[in-house]
């Protein structure tokens, strides 16, 4: 997870294994998190934050006010 919960927060999912690469390929850079285990099997469904829908929510709200 890059940047957690900011608009421009990333989550990157793979292996252990393929953490170099995907360090790499992705350019990732801090602050970043890295979980680890049974829990980062449930990034998909536990996907709370939605930085996207937070910047059109709050846009929404500034033209209404």
């Known amino acids: 997870i890059e ?5 421009n927060q990333r989550v990157i999912s793979g292996n252990l294994s393929e ?7 992705y350019s ?3 602050p970043a998190l ?3 285990g ?6 998909e469904e536990l ?4 930085p996207h ?6 846009n929404e709200f500034l033209k209404t006010a």
């Open 3 to 7: 940047n957690g919960t900011c608009y």
């Open 19 to 25: 953490l170099t690469s995907l360090i790499y390929n």
């Open 28 to 30: 990732i850079t801090s």
């Open 34 to 36: 890295i979980v680890i």
């Open 38 to 43: 049974e829990v980062a099997k449930l990034a």
């Open 47 to 50: 996907s709370w934050f939605q």
């Open 53 to 58: 829908n937070h910047l059109k929510q709050e």
